[in-house]
């Protein structure tokens, strides 16, 4: 009799839940697919009500709208919330579909010389407060700017320090010295801001500003400063010892414009006896040349993977790129 | 080149259009064609009252033609969506929506507008500006074609307002409802309303309010493949960062790992217990058996 009773109970309040539920219940056949950060929801299924609706689909699309608008919100509830200042507040996911950029993405900027510093030796920035007191004046002042605390350039009476010299200005001579802090420190500026958008800087092209260059780096800025005249460096001496630059001769020959006429027109009937003839030419020495060239890179480019795979376990994908490169040369055989 | 600002105020305005690594939310312009119509400005009109976006402007080119005069107002008002209203006899009711990456196209989508009821036509309660809505796309088209699959991206970039991290429930005000079907698109867009129903989670009732089109897929001007994928790369300080010797198992317990030294075992500080402790007279009776068991191995 008791079983009884307590199974009905169960039972009953398996139905009492399912009514509740049945309000806010949707049957769907694909479920939906969610971007809570986006308040967005994707329907997959086949709009076949809508379909069979006609020319009006008016009551079927408010159907369809609210059966994914509920399934959305029932989503949406599941959230954790929280109350703040009496509304009930959700926090939403971060959103999952990507969309694209509306602006590149900012390029890294290098750091300065003090912050490569600062991160070398682990220094951080101290909190410091604004107003200083300055004794001179018995009031607050700023740190640093305008009527600062303790601005030596402002003060009315300098003691003549023991080794100087009596006739010199003292005044002057402070005012100096900050005009060379401020012209040192917009220098650094300027010198940090150039490395950031990595321009030449104009003084000296190609030196270093530090003198610690390498042996190439020399010989190239050698060779810009040589070719940098009037007459493009046709009449400057070389030393003694000095060879001539390597590679520095004219990169494509062309034919002059009004030449050899019966060699012009020998080439140009060759050429379209080539074009016409269906069977390809093919011309051994430089094939020959090509495959023995191709079979040395081969074997240069296994040594290679041999003395590295000795080094390091996986190769480097310097090699994959190699190995495009000459498959592309395989295309071009055949002329 | 670029003009270095004077003041901070024109620096604090070149900052914020600075490429950034999260982004501004993006601004779209209105522009009107050549030969707008009553509906496509209605149209332009509608979107504009609803949502938040801004910047109504006049008669340019047409942009399938030419695009510069697009990306100079785009640049000057740092705007990267825009649509376009025009209307001729090739393509009446004509809309182009776009949207740009670094102030040049990226994508535009021509649509071509059958059929649109206007906010003032439906005589029902707004609500009010610059609330978030909530997008749903239903029907399988979306996902077939690139075509549909970029206007998916497209409208929801254009409709789905600032990325908050909370948001008040009953702040949930309206639903844009995209459906596709035999090549349209209809756009429909309701109110929310919240009824009781058993159980915390309210039942839904939905009443139709804003801007109602049908709308027809005409030409596009997609964005190469590299391009939008350029486009879309997240910088790496985004992505989330995976935190190492970490596991989870199924039942939801969280495991670590800790890395140790080899440990000797002979020198493993246990116990001590004070009881055991070997007295000294004791010790020396131990050392005394050690040597005489040496001396008899020998």
Not at chain 1, 94 to 120: C, D, G, H, N, S
Not at chain 1, 220 to 236: C, L, Y
Not at chain 2, 35 to 58: E, G, I
Request: charged content about 35%; some cysteine; aromatic content about 6%.
């Amino acid at each position: 009799m008791e079983g009884h009773s307590v199974e009905e109970l169960l039972a009953k309040a398996e139905r009492d839940e399912a009514e509740k539920l049945q309000r806010i219940t949707v049957h769907k056949e694909l479920e939906l697919e969610f971007d809570l950060g986006n308040l967005l929801a994707t329907d997959r299924n086949p709009p076949t009500a809508v379909r069979s609706a006609g020319p009006t689909p008016e009551a079927d699309l408010r159907a369809l709208a609210r059966d994914n608008t509920q399934l959305l919100i029932n989503q949406l509830w599941q959230l954790p919330t929280e109350r703040v200042e009496e509304a009930l507040v959700a926090r939403l996911p971060e959103p999952t579909t990507r969309l694209p950029r509306e602006k590149p993405v900012p390029r890294p900027r290098p750091l300065t010389r003090w912050q490569q510093f600062a991160r070398l030796k682990g220094i951080r920035p101290k909190k410091k407060t604004n107003l200083v007191w300055d004794e001179v004046s018995g009031q607050w002042r700023r740190r640093w700017g305008y009527q600062r605390a303790r601005d030596d350039t402002k003060e009315w009476l300098i003691e003549v320090p023991g080794g100087a010299d009596p006739m010199e200005d003292q005044f002057a001579k402070r005012i100096q010295a900050k005009k060379e802090r401020v012209a040192k420190n917009e220098l650094n500026r300027l010198r940090n801001l150039a490395r950031a958008h990595k321009t030449q800087l104009p003084s000296a092209a190609g030196m270093h500003p530090t003198g610690h260059q390498s042996k190439e780096e020399l010989g190239r800025a050698m060779q810009v400063a040589k070719v940098s005249t009037a007459s493009v460096g046709r009449f400057q001496e070389r030393l003694p010892k000095e060879k001539a630059p390597r590679g520095s001769g004219k990169k494509r020959k062309f034919q002059p414009l009004f030449g050899d006429f019966a060699a012009e027109k020998k080439s140009q009937l060759e050429l379209l006896r080539v074009m016409n003839s269906k069977k390809p030419q093919l011309d051994v020495t430089r094939a020959t040349n090509k495959q023995m060239r191709e079979e040395d890179q081969e074997e240069a480019a296994k040594r290679r993977k041999m003395s590295q795979k000795g080094k390091m376990n996986s190769g480097p994908p310097g090699l994959g790129g190699k190995r495009k490169g000459r498959q592309h040369q395989g295309g071009k055989r055949r002329k | 080149g670029l003009r270095k600002p004077k003041t901070k105020r024109a620096k604090r305005f070149l900052e914020k259009r600075e490429p950034k690594l999260s982004e501004n939310i993006k601004n779209a312009m209105l522009i009107k064609g050549g030969n707008a119509n009553l509906t496509v400005t209605q149209v332009l009109r509608d979107v504009v009252l609803t949502f938040f976006l801004n910047f109504l402007r006049k008669n340019i080119t047409r942009p399938f033609e030419d695009q510069t005069s697009l990306e100079f107002f785009s640049k000057k008002s740092d705007c990267s969506l825009f649509m376009f209203g025009s209307h001729n006899k090739k393509r009446p009711n004509n809309l182009v929506i776009g949207r740009m990456y670094d102030y040049h196209v990226l994508d535009m989508i021509e649509l071509g507008i059958e059929k649109f009821v206007s906010l003032k036509d439906i005589k029902n309660s707004k609500c009010p500006e610059g609330t978030k809505p909530m997008l749903i796309f239903a029907g399988d088209d979306f996902d077939v074609t690139e075509d549909y699959r970029r206007l998916k991206s497209l409208l929801i970039d254009f409709f789905r307002g600032p990325t908050v991290s909370n948001i008040r429930l009953a702040g949930l005000e309206y639903v844009l409802h995209f459906t596709a079907l035999n090549g349209k698109i209809y756009f429909r867009s309701y109110k929310l309303l919240l009824k009781k129903s058993g159980c915390r989670t309210p039942r839904i009732e939905l009443e139709e309010m804003g801007p109602s089109l049908d709308l027809v897929l005409r030409r596009t001007h997609l964005a190469s493949d590299d391009l939008y994928k350029l486009s879309m790369k997240t910088p790496k300080a985004l992505k989330p960062k995976k935190k190492k010797n970490i596991s989870h198992d199924t039942f939801g317990t969280t495991y670590g790992r800790i890395h140790m030294q080899k440990q000797d075992l002979s020198k493993l500080q246990t116990r001590k217990m004070k009881g055991l402790k070997k007295r000294p007279a004791e010790r020396i009776t131990e050392d005394q058996e050690k040597k005489s068991k040496k001396m008899k191995k020998h």
